[in-house]
């Protein structure tokens, strides 16, 4: 009935689909070819009915989920009886199914990757693939995997191969064909801690030492340290881990320490006779020691091995008065990469003893621990847990974060990595930063450094594109400037800032200097950043230079005014390399600008030049220059007027406004204008006077003389 439903329904070219569904559920890796399993696609065609008429894959149970019904177990079924199951699955609730129709598209299988692979988890993949592209859906190979010792879980049955093998050979016999359900598990190297993740602090970093089995490595050799012991490994083994000698080493004194004692091994006779014998057992927990040639090894019973991060690693002689920190001086001291708080002092008897040589710096009350012949200090390297060693990634792989950043210095760089996640990674912008101009120096063609500016504070307040953000490479150094400080404070800290981002404020200011500026700043948020202006300064007169333009320019402002009325037009315009002065009150008459000014002259108290506004008359000029003398001729002042090509005089009488003031009487002033008060002693009645008392005092003196000739 099925084959019949099929060569009336199916469509022209059905023949041409069931040829090709045939051929794909065919596989050599399937002993039942001919049946539906798990990870296989089904095409499910019912005409009318939406949910169906698409592909469908099987699950892991055999099962396919279907509209209305759920779940129907297909697993182990041709497909003639996959449609019969189909068929009495939804005659519960469909009608016209005598069109039901169930072809196989694809033959699929379902691998499961498990153990040191990127993403371990269950793949989806052809039936033709393979081991090494189920690994490769399971994104690759982790650094450590043991490639000899893979297995296939099936069922029951484990299945182990050596995938080192195929990769060398290329031989697919080397690998065992792949099922659905197949489990495939990727071991990690015995070579690997047994600590995962970063550690927390120093002293539960990874220490090479923790492992007795371990066999340690260290003197004149490429790559100092510790490998885990495998059986059969022979001392010429564990120095090719190790990154085989140096030029400088002394390969006919090599020290093997196990057991308790060291054994003397000669490198160079071997190499030249081969002989086996010559080779001493390489036990657990061993230590071998390359030591230099110009200081080989000597024999007796007080030599002292150092080895690790210091300047001189090498064999010491020790007596009586010399203790750890004499040989620790005779070897140079730690080097800069040495991490001080895990220094360890193997014994030879086997022990280890630990000391925390930067706390014993700092003053603590670590004791220092006592060395005694055949003892082996070993100094590590700073743990590279956390980041990768800058001194083993290239420039061109990394990016270098500089400046006002939390974690500055060399980070790996790889694609996919974007300005956020190398930001991030470094502990983000530090409170100081200036995130509005983040620079990015590149290297150009021509070898010569780009500087370009990012302004992050702009992306993050007003969002933007992703793809505006600056884009990363290897050798691109990103800079984040620390804003500037009180100037009166730190001066290294301002002179930081170039002009273009910073403006200018002197004069009559408690804190005059340079500050950093926005485009959301204004002239007051600087002003308030100098501290405000002195007692001194004169509000009424404040020039700003602005430079931002063709030629410079200058503005004024009257902040008293802005204060009295709130007219936020009164307020300049300020930009980056602007500059602000506040002039002051008690500057000298000879710093003011004559059309600025009023000069006073004559009979008053303090004569002088006096600044002067359109809100001011006569009376405020004569009250700022203390007032008329008591001789001033207040009838006859004169007053000069200088706001037209010739100048102009008039009088005003001072006594007259006073006994009917009226504000239309007063004259008017202009700035440039002087004022003169004579004096009485000045005019002509005076001098009359001055003859009439000196006439006066001749006729007294004459009176007074007569008298006492009559006596």
């Keep these: 009935m099925a084959n019949q439903l099929r060569s009336v329904l199916a469509p022209k070219n059905k023949s041409e689909t069931q040829k090709i569904s045939k051929r794909t559920l065919k596989s050599p890796n399937d002993h039942l070819s001919d049946v539906i399993k798990p990870g296989d696609i089904v095409t499910i065609n019912l005409p009318g009915e939406d949910g169906f008429n698409k592909d469908f894959l099987i699950d892991r149970d055999g099962s396919v989920t279907l509209p209305e019904v759920g779940q129907v177990s297909l697993g182990g079924m041709t497909l003639e009886e996959a449609e019969k199951a189909i068929y009495k699955s939804l005659s519960s609730v469909y009608l016209g199914l005598d069109k039901l129709s169930v072809l196989a598209k694809e033959r699929r299988l379902l691998v499961t990757v498990l153990g040191f692979v990127k993403t371990p988890g269950q793949v989806d993949m052809p039936d033709t693939g393979n081991v090494q592209t189920a690994i490769k859906l399971a994104g690759g190979l982790k650094d450590g995997a043991q490639l000899n010792k ?13 995938y080192k093998k195929y990769l060398d050979s290329g031989d697919p016999s080397a690998i065992p064909p792949l099922q659905s359900l197949d489990t495939i598990f990727v071991p990690s190297s015995p070579n690997l801690s047994n600590v995962y993740g970063e550690a927390s602090d120093a002293s539960t970093g990874l220490d090479p030492t923790e492992d007795a089995t371990a066999i340690k490595v260290f003197g004149q050799v490429y790559k100092p340290g510790s490998f885990a012991h495998i059986e059969g490994m022979t001392i010429v083994d564990a120095i090719l881990r190790a990154g085989g000698v140096n030029r400088y080493a002394n390969v006919e004194q090599i020290r093997l320490i196990g057991d308790g004692e060291p054994v003397l091994f000669n490198l160079k006779r071997y190499l030249d006779n081969g002989d086996a014998g010559q080779l001493p057992v390489l036990k657990e927990g061993s230590t071998i020691y390359v030591p230099i040639q110009v200081e080989a090894v000597t024999g007796g019973g007080r030599i002292v091995y150092v080895m690790g991060q210091v300047q001189k690693p090498g064999s010491f002689e020790i007596g009586e008065k010399v203790g750890f920190l004499d040989v620790l001086a005779n070897a140079g001291g730690p080097n800069r990469h040495a991490d001080n708080s895990m220094v360890r002092v193997l014994r030879a008897d086997g022990n280890v003893v630990r000391f925390n040589l930067q706390e014993y710096a700092e003053g603590s009350d670590v004791k220092v621990p006592k060395i005694y012949p055949g003892d082996a200090i070993f100094i590590p390297q700073k743990s590279t847990l956390i980041d990768d060693s800058w001194l083993k990634i290239p420039t061109s792989s990394s990016v270098s974060m500089m400046g006002a950043i939390k974690k500055p210095g060399r980070y790996l760089w790889s694609e996919g990595i974007n300005f956020m996640d190398m930001l991030s990674h470094s502990g983000g912008p530090t409170e ?26 702009h992306f993050i307040d007003r969002g933007g594109n992703w793809s505006s953000l600056p884009s990363l490479q290897g050798g691109v150094t990103v800079i984040f400037p620390e804003l500037p400080e009180d100037p009166s404070d730190n001066k ?7 002009s273009d981002q910073a403006i200018y404020i002197m004069g009559a200011v408690v804190s005059p200097g340079r500050y950093a500026f926005t485009d959301q700043m204004n002239v007051l948020d600087i002003l308030s950043a100098a501290q405000g202006p002195t007692e001194e300064s004169d509000l009424t007169n404040i020039r700003v230079i602005h430079r931002n333009g063709l030629a410079p320019r200058v503005s004024r402002l009257n902040l008293v005014e802005y204060f009295e009325t709130g007219d936020e037009t009164l307020l300049p315009h300020v930009s980056s390399g602007d500059s602000i002065f506040i002039p002051s009150r008690n500057r000298s008459w000879v710093q003011k600008k004559s059309y600025e000014t009023v000069r006073v002259l004559g009979s008053v108290k303090s004569t002088g030049r006096y600044d002067f506004t359109s809100d001011m008359n006569i009376l405020d000029i004569l009250a700022q220059s203390g007032g008329p003398t008591s001789t001033a001729l207040i009838e006859k002042i004169i007053i000069v007027s200088s706001s037209s090509d010739n100048n102009q005089a008039y009088t005003f009488d001072l006594v007259e406004y006073m006994k009917n003031p009226v504000d239309g009487r007063l004259p008017v002033l202009r700035p440039g204008d002087t004022i003169f008060i004579p004096d009485v002693k000045n005019t002509k009645w005076a001098y009359f006077m001055d003859i009439v008392r000196d006439a ?7 009176t007074l003389l007569g008298a006492r000739v009559w006596q």
Excluded: C, H, M, Y
């Design 696 to 702: 006066l005092g001749f006729t007294s003196i004459f």
């Design 432 to 457: 100081k930063a200036d995130i509005a101009n983040v620079k990015i120096v590149s290297t150009g063609d021509d070898g010569k450094a780009i500087s370009r500016v990012f302004n992050l504070q």
């Design 150 to 162: 893979l297995q296939i879980q099936r069922g029951d049955e484990t299945i182990p191969f050596n």
């Design 492 to 498: 290294s800290q301002w002179v930081r800032l170039s």
